[in-house]
T-cell receptor
Framework: DSGVTQTPKHLITATGQRVTLRCSPR?????VYWYQQSLDQGLQFLIQ???????AKGNILERFSAQQFPDLHSELNLSSLELGDSALYFC????????????FGSGTRLTVV | GQQVMQIPQYQHVQEGEDFTTYCNSSTTLSNIQWYKQRPGGHPVFLIQLVKSGEVKKQKRLTFQFGEAKKNSSLHITATQTTDVGTYFC?????????????FGQGTILTVHP
């Protein structure tokens, strides 16, 4: 157990639907990062939050949105899902004030059918 | 934007052979990190390099950071079957304390017993 909790582990949904992925960071970590991993794209950065505020944005689609709540957990919302959105979605967290390594959760495998 | 290229994409070795993966950034990095992802798992932080020309060792693994802080390498001596997985480098842009990591595409290592 890495200390970063992601739910659900697996999700199968139909095209056009909306899903929410949840992440609880490691205790004490203020930063949360979302990454998408597909076979041909590696780990693609989506978005970063730090203590409730959006800090950096990657090539995140307009259909995707995220937020970090006061208790520091984060949610990634994916809407109008397409087949190409099928991927592993990882959440990671890192300690504040340090250039420390990320701790990744075990990921959510999303399958859009 | 910042790009991190990693080669080779795949490497097959016989157990006991050495293995090296190389990472190059399009921009100068503040630091570089290495991660290992076992098949079916999530990326796990291995090490962080910060200083120009830095070399760090972890048992059979040797990590180097280039003098210009734009390239890095990971060398595994005498591979074992437990080394199987995907090795990612990830760069943090210069002057950024809380910025996102940009991951290379990864090198998939297969070790034949």
């Amino acid at each position: 157990d890495s200390g970063v909790t992601q739910t659900p582990k697996h999700l199968i949904t139909a095209t056009g639907q909306r899903v929410t992925l949840r992440c609880s960071p490691r205790s004490g970590d203020l930063s949360v990062y979302w990454y998408q991993q597909s076979l041909d794209q590696g780990l693609q950065f989506l978005i970063q939050y730090y203590n409730g505020e959006e800090r950096a944005k990657g090539n995140i689609l307009e259909r995707f949105s995220a937020q970090q709540f006061p208790d520091l957990h984060s949610e990634l919302n994916l809407s109008s899902l397409e087949l190409g959105d099928s991927a592993l979605y990882f959440c990671a967290s890192s300690a504040p004030g340090q250039r420390a390594g990320y701790t990744f959760g075990s990921g959510t495998r999303l399958t859009v059918v | 934007g910042q790009q991190v290229m990693q080669i080779p994409q795949y490497q097959h070795v016989q157990e006991g052979e050495d293995f090296t993966t190389y990472c190059n950034s399009s921009t100068t990095l503040s630091n570089i990190q290495w991660y290992k992802q076992r098949p079916g798992g999530h990326p796990v932080f291995l090490i962080q390099l910060v200083k120009s020309g830095e070399v760090k060792k972890q048992k059979r693994l040797t990590f180097q950071f280039g003098e210009a802080k734009k390239n890095s390498s990971l060398h595994i001596t005498a591979t074992q079957t437990t080394d199987v997985g995907t090795y990612f480098c990830a760069g943090l842009g210069g002057g950024t304390s809380y910025g996102k990591l940009t991951f290379g595409q990864g090198t998939i290592l297969t070790v034949h017993p």
